[in-house]
């Protein structure tokens, strides 16, 4: 049986007159935020100037993060169809004046939000499958014109420390030419800070993983790699979670150079591998 859906919060008088003043707010918000890794945002552009279209994975929760990460939106000037999955309580009004804010950012620079439903809020399969086939499918026309980008910040900073790629990454790398891992790092004391990371070929790389430890565990590696480059972007290494010692081998075999496969974890040698291939140009 399907479980009941969550009633719709209606807003709070002081939420009504925040959202009236919403689109100013949120633009003094972002103001504050430091967008790194020019040179990649340029290139992004530049891919995305000859067709490409924009599909951004957004897994935040109800807090500021989600409008920091939507504000990287307005500067790839060049996208064309531009789509960020979010979650449903950012639509129906549960996540309050967060989510409104965050839905006006991309709406207003003509990003449509895509709604999904998720295990965490609706723990029946048949219901998830239903409602989400619908944004599926959109999601990978966006991706499957040429130049079609991923950008991902999934499960790399949503928690206190980061956990392990969810099935969404696995899912839609496949479809992307391009995979952009993004870091958001928002620590007490620090400039909030999105890290764009250079842009990984996706159905190339994932071509690559797959060809070399199956389709199963291929995907596995790749996943791993995206998030391993997102885990670099986290000053604190206790953030980094699941993905500090991935971190850590890593950034041991670019010190030493070379990119040994130094680790007895079977797991973090095939990401060590898979990087390399990547920069020796074996995914393109």
Sequence with gaps: MASQESPVRKPSWAEGIFFKAGLPLSERLLERVLYQGAENIKAINERLGQGGSVLLVSDHPGTLETIYTAGLVPQLTNRKRTGVIVKEAFVNGEMGIIGKTA????????????????????????????FNMLPVRKCIEILKTDGGLLLTFASGTRSKTMIEAEEGLNFFSPFASMVVPLTTVTEKGRRPTIMVHEPIPGKTGVKWCIGQFGKELGRQ??????????????PN?????????????????????????????PRIQKVIMAYKAWRNGEFN
């Design 221 to 234: 590696v790749f996943n791993d790699l995206i998030m391993t480059i997102i885990a670099t972007g986290q």
């Design 237 to 265: 290494e206790k953030i980094r979670g699941f993905y500090q010692e991935f971190c850590r081998q890593l950034e041991d075999s670019q010190i030493n150079g070379g990119l040994q496969n130094e680790s007895e974890n």
């Design 103 to 130: 839905i006006n950012i991309l709406e207003k620079h003509n990003a449509e939000p895509i709604a999904v439903k998720t295990p965490k809020y609706e723990d029946n399969e048949d219901v998830r499958h239903d």
